[in-house]
C-alpha cells in the first residue's frame, strides 16, 4: 500500500468528505476552519470525530469534557458501537475548539446540564454508522467482494474467514464521499451499549498518569499566583509591591483586572510571595451584606417584594382559600432555605498560556473550550485560528470549570510576562473568589382534596439569578469583537428584565415539575446582591428538590396518607415517575432496617432523569448519621450501568455534604471560609452505602449527571423528622 | 543541598528547604501523579509515603525528607506492572475525575502494609484523611477490601449487580 504523504492525505480527506467533515453542523459563534486534529502520516479523517490509521488505531476526538462523568467511555461507547470498535481498543481524546464538536443542544461547545450522552447519542452512532459504512465500501472495492458478503467485527472487515484492519482501507475510503443516513443498529444488537465497560480513563487514573491542567510543565513557564479583592468587586486603589518582589524567586508583580499578580519561577514561590502583598481595595456595594443581612433581604423579598408569576394555571386563590368547602381538606404553608455554596473541585482551577510569534497555546481544564479560546481572542486580538486550546482531563466540575475569569487572568498576566505562564488558584482562592449556588428562600402552600390530590400548589422563590453573571462571563468569549460598552449594555438589561418582567429559568426549575399539579402558581423575586453565582450541580433543583419533597412528606402526612402512595396519587399522567416511585416504594416496604434506623423518601425529576431514593438514617447524641441510600433511576437506555451507578453513589455523597455540612457565609461582603477544615466535604467514615436500581428502558438515554442530587436532602430530612420529630426546613441540616 | 530517596533513586535538591516536598516532587522532579488540592494538609491528594508511612506532603519541608525514602505513585508498583490495589482500583472502576486517587491509593497502600485484613472501619480511619469530591469513596473502599487479604474482600471483586438487561431489574 502507497504510504500517503501527511499533507496529500489532509488534502484528500477534506476533498473526500466535502461537506460531510462538519458533522454537527448547527449555527453559533463557534469557530469554523480547519480541524484541530494532528493527523498522523499514515492517518485517515474521515470527519470531526475519528481518525483512522493504517496501523489501525482509532482514535475518537470526544466532543465533551472529561470531568469525572464517564463522558468518553460513554461517548466511545456510542459511536463504537455503530462504528463497530470496542472502547477500550479507541484511542480517546480530548477534541480541540471547533464548531464541529459544539454541543447539538446549545450550539457551542459546552459540558454541562448533563446532556452529553442525550445530545450526542443519534449523532454520534450515524457518525460511527457512516464511518463504518464507508470503510465496508472502500473494502468492497479493494477485495473486489461485494459489501453484502462482507461484515465487520472490533475494527477489522470480515470477508469470509479473512479478517482485514480498517486500516488497510483507507487510501480507498479517502476517494469515497462518506454515505449519509445509513441505517442504525436495533438496540436488539447492541454489543457494547448496556454492557459494564471499563472506563477508558481507569487505568491510568490509578496510576497517576493521566494528565490535569495543573499537570502541564511546558519549557521555561513560570508561575502565577493572583491576590483578589476580599469582597466580590472591588477593585485596587493601591499596592506597595516591595516585600514581594524582594521574596526569592519572584520575577515580577503586575496589576490585571482582577487583582495583583504575582510572578515567580514556582507556584510555591509566588504562593508565599503573594502573602507579603500590601494592597488596599475599595468598598464595593456588597461590602456591607452579611449572612444574616442576606437572610433578611430574601425574607422581606419573599413576603413583601414584588413578584414576577411565571406559571399560572387554573384558579390559585380559590384553590388555597382558607376554610374552602369539601372537597378540599387540608391547607399547609412552609417555608424552606438553601444557603450559598461553593463547588471546591479537588482541583483548584488552572491554566497555562504561551503566547508566541502570534499564536497563543492554552493548556487548561474547562467546560466551555470554545468561550476559553474566545476570551484569549478578545484580549490578545490575535486571529481565532492561531488559538489553540489544549482541555486536559478536569479535577471535577461541577459546574465550576464553566465559568473562566482564570482564562481572563492568565491572557492579561502572559501578556504582561514574556514566557510562557502557569496560574494556580490555591484553594482559599478557590473557596473565597469563586461563583456560588445562590442562597434561596423558598415558600410552598398547597391543598390537599378528599381524594388526596393536591388541589393547588403556590411556589414562590427569592434569591439570585445566575443567567446575568453567565451573561457577563460568555457573552465577551462567544462574541470577541463586541464592544466593551456593548456587552455592558446586554448584561445591564438582562439584569433588568430577569428581575422586572421575567424569571431565570433556573431560579425556578423543580418548583412543579415532576407532579401533576392542575392548579399552581410559581413565582419569583430576583434579590442581587452582586455576589457572582453560577451554575452548580443540579442548579435550581438543588434547592427546590428540598423544597418540593420536605413539602410533599409533609403534605402526606397531614392527610394521614403514606407518602410514597401520596407521590403515586400525584403522578397519573407521568407515567415513567409512575413507575420510579411505585419500584422504590417496592423496595422500602421490602427493607428491614436495625432498631434506632428510619427510612426517608424522595423522588425528584430533573434533566429529563427520574430518581427516587431512600435514605436509611439514625439520630443519635444530636448527630445525624446516614447509613445507606437506595437509588431507583430511570434514565432511558443504560449506556454503561456501572457509570450510571458511579454517577448516583457520587451525587449522594455530593448532596450530602450539602445536606450536612455545606454553607458558604459572607461578613461584610467577604465569604468566611476558606479551606476544607471549615467548608468541610463529606469524608470516607460519613459515606453511606449506595444501592441503585436502574429501570430497564430501551428509549433515548437522559441525563445521569445531576439527577442524582436533588433527592438527597429531602430523603435525609424526611428520614429525620421520624427519627426525631424534628422537621428541618434549613439546609445544612442543623438538629435544634 | 537536601538528598533522599525517590523511588528507589538517589536525588538532590539545591533550592529552598523551605520547600514542601510536594512541590519538588513535582516541580523540581517533574513527577506529577502527586496532586495538590489545599495546601494545609486538609485533603491528602498529596499523600506519599515517607520511609513507607503515608504523609501529606504540601506542607512537609523537604527538609524532613533528608536521608529518607520517599515513594510517590509513580514508584507504587516498582517493576511489578501495577500494584494490587491498582487493579482492584481499574476492576472497580473506581475514579470518576481522578485528580485524589494516587493520594487515595498512596494511602490504601499504606494502611495494608501494616493492616493486610484490614476491617471497614480500620479503611476508614486510614481513608479519612483524604477527600474525594466525587464521592467514589463506596468504590475505593471496596478495592481496599479487593486487594487485601481480608474475608471481607474476597467474593467482592464485581461490583454489585443491581441492573438486569433482560427487563425484571436485579437487585444485589
Known amino acids: ?736 | 543541598m537536601i538528598a533522599f530517596t525517590l523511588n528507589g533513586q538517589q536525588v538532590e535538591f539545591a533550592g529552598d528547604p523551605e520547600t514542601p516536598l510536594l512541590w519538588v516532587v513535582r516541580d523540581t522532579f517533574k513527577l506529577k501523579g502527586s496532586k495538590f488540592g489545599c495546601g494545609a494538609g486538609l485533603c491528602g491528594a498529596c499523600t506519599m509515603h515517607l520511609n513507607g508511612k503515608a504523609i501529606k506532603t504540601c506542607v512537609l519541608p523537604v527538609t524532613v525528607a533528608a536521608g529518607k525514602t520517599v515513594t510517590t505513585i509513580e514508584g507504587l508498583a516498582g517493576d511489578h506492572g501495577l500494584h494490587p490495589l491498582q487493579t482492584a482500583w481499574i476492576t472497580h472502576n473506581v475514579p470518576q475525575c481522578g485528580y485524589c486517587q494516587s493520594g487515595q491509593i498512596m494511602a490504601a497502600a499504606a494502611l495494608l502494609e501494616e493492616t493486610p485484613t484490614p476491617s471497614s472501619v480500620d479503611i476508614d480511619r486510614a481513608l479519612s484523611g483524604n477527600i474525594c469530591r466525587c464521592g467514589c469513596y463506596p468504590r475505593i473502599k471496596a478495592a481496599v477490601l479487593a486487594a487485601s487479604n481480608s474475608e471481607a474482600g474476597a467474593g467482592d471483586d464485581e461490583p454489585a449487580l443491581f441492573y438486569d438487561a433482560t427487563g425484571q431489574g436485579g437487585q444485589a
Open chain 1, 1 to 736: 500500500m502507497t504510504t500517503l504523504s501527511r499533507r496529500r492525505f489532509l488534502k484528500t480527506s477534506a476533498q473526500a468528505s466535502g461537506g460531510l467533515i462538519v458533522a454537527i453542523h448547527l449555527p453559533g459563534c463557534a469557530f469554523g476552519g480547519a480541524l484541530p486534529i494532528d493527523v498522523a502520516d499514515d492517518g485517515f479523517v474521515p470527519n470531526a470525530f475519528l481518525q483512522i490509521t493504517q496501523h489501525n488505531e482509532i482514535i475518537f476526538y470526544c466532543p465533551s469534557d472529561e470531568m469525572g462523568q464517564g463522558i468518553r467511555t460513554g461517548l466511545a461507547t456510542v459511536i463504537g458501537e455503530e462504528l463497530d470498535v470496542h472502547p477500550a481498543s479507541m484511542t480517546v481524546v480530548s477534541a480541540g475548539s471547533h464548531e464541529d464538536y459544539n454541543n447539538p443542544e446549545y450550539a457551542m461547545q459546552l459540558t454541562g446540564g448533563s446532556n452529553a450522552v442525550r445530545a450526542f447519542y443519534l449523532p454520534l452512532r450515524q457518525i460511527g454508522a457512516d464511518t463504518r459504512a464507508l470503510i465496508l465500501q472502500a473494502a468492497a472495492q479493494d477485495l473486489g467482494i461485494p459489501t453484502s458478503q462482507l461484515t465487520t467485527r472490533n475494527a477489522t472487515v470480515i470477508a469470509g474467514d479473512r479478517h482485514y484492519p480498517y486500516g488497510d482501507f483507507l487510501v480507498t475510503a479517502s476517494s469515497l464521499p462518506l454515505p449519509e443516513n445509513t441505517t442504525l443498529k436495533n438496540s436488539r444488537d447492541f454489543q457494547f451499549i448496556g454492557q459494564e465497560i471499563t472506563r477508558v480513563d481507569a487505568r491510568e487514573k490509578a496510576t497517576g498518569e493521566a494528565i490535569f491542567g495543573i499537570d502541564i510543565d511546558v519549557p521555561d513557564q513560570v508561575a502565577a499566583v493572583v491576590v483578589r479583592p476580599p469582597v466580590a468587586g472591588a477593585t485596587v486603589t493601591s499596592f506597595d509591591p516591595t516585600a514581594a518582589l524582594a521574596s526569592s524567586g519572584v520575577l515580577q508583580v503586575v496589576e490585571i483586572s482582577s487583582g495583583i499578580a504575582v510572578v515567580a519561577d514556582s507556584y510555591w514561590q509566588a504562593s508565599r510571595a503573594a502573602k507579603r502583598l500590601q494592597v488596599t481595595w475599595n468598598n464595593p456595594a456588597l461590602s456591607t451584606v452579611s449572612s444574616d443581612s442576606m437572610r433578611a433581604d430574601l425574607t422581606a423579598a419573599l413576603y413583601d417584594g414584588d413578584d414576577a408569576v411565571t406559571d399560572d394555571t387554573g384558579d390559585i386563590d380559590s384553590a388555597l382559600t382558607s376554610g374552602a368547602p369539601p372537597p378540599q381538606v387540608i391547607m399547609h404553608s412552609a417555608e424552606y432555605f438553601a444557603p450559598l455554596l461553593a463547588h471546591a473541585p479537588m482541583e483548584p482551577v488552572n491554566a497555562t498560556l504561551r503566547l508566541r510569534n502570534g499564536e497563543a497555546d492554552l493548556w487548561t481544564g474547562v467546560q466551555a473550550i470554545g468561550a476559553a479560546q474566545g476570551l484569549i481572542e478578545r484580549i490578545t486580538g490575535y486571529p481565532r485560528e492561531n488559538i489553540r486550546v489544549h482541555n486536559q482531563y478536569l479535577g471535577g466540575g461541577f459546574g465550576r470549570r464553566a465559568s473562566l475569569a482564570h482564562i481572563i487572568e492568565v491572557t492579561e498576566i502572559a501578556l504582561a510576562v514574556n514566557k510562557p505562564v502557569q496560574l494556580v488558584w490555591s484553594r482559599e482562592d478557590d473557596i473565597k473568589h469563586g461563583l456560588y449556588r445562590p442562597a434561596s428562600l423558598m415558600q410552598l402552600s398547597a391543598a390537599v382534596d378528599d381524594t388526596g390530590r393536591i388541589s393547588g400548589w403556590r411556589a414562590k422563590r427569592a434569591g439570585g439569578n445566575l443567567t446575568p453573571d453567565y451573561m457577563r462571563n460568555s457573552l465577551p468569549a462567544l462574541m470577541p469583537n463586541l464592544p466593551e460598552f456593548v456587552l455592558d449594555g446586554l448584561t445591564a438589561a438582562t439584569d433588568y428584565w430577569l428581575s422586572r418582567w421575567s424569571i431565570d429559568g433556573s431560579s425556578v426549575e423543580g418548583l412543579h415539575e415532576t407532579y401533576d399539579l392542575p392548579t399552581r402558581q410559581i413565582s419569583h423575586v430576583t434579590v442581587d446582591h452582586g455576589l457572582p453565582l453560577t451554575f452548580w450541580r443540579s442548579v435550581g433543583h438543588s434547592y427546590t428538590g428540598f423544597a418540593v419533597e420536605s413539602m410533599m412528606d409533609e403534605l402526606a402526612e397531614a392527610a394521614d396518607i403514606d407518602p410514597v402512595v401520596f407521590r403515586l396519587k400525584q403522578l397519573e399522567s407521568k407515567p415513567r415517575m409512575y413507575e420510579v416511585v411505585a419500584k422504590a416504594g417496592e423496595l422500602l416496604t421490602a427493607m428491614s432496617v436495625p432498631e434506632g434506623h428510619f427510612l426517608g423518601f424522595a423522588a425528584h425529576s430533573s434533566f429529563a432523569t427520574d430518581v427516587a431514593q431512600i435514605a436509611e438514617v439514625s439520630v443519635t447524641d444530636n448527630l445525624i448519621k446516614v447509613h445507606r441510600v437506595t437509588c431507583v433511576v430511570n434514565c432511558g437506555t443504560a449506556v454503561n450501568p456501572d457509570i450510571i451507578r458511579a454517577q448516583l453513589e457520587g451525587s449522594v455523597m455530593f448532596a450530602l455534604t450539602a445536606t450536612l455540612h455545606g454553607k458558604i457565609d459572607l461578613a461584610e461582603g467577604a465569604i468566611v471560609q476558606s479551606n476544607f477544615h471549615d467548608y468541610p466535604i463529606l469524608r470516607m467514615d460519613e459515606a453511606p452505602d449506595v444501592d441503585v436500581f436502574i429501570m430497564p428502558s430501551d428509549e433515548k438515554p437522559t441525563g445521569i449527571g445531576e439527577p442524582g442530587v436533588p433527592p438527597l436532602a429531602p430523603a435525609v430530612a424526611n428520614a429525620v423528622y421520624r427519627a426525631c420529630g424534628q422537621r428541618l426546613r434549613e439546609l445544612p441540616l442543623r438538629l435544634a
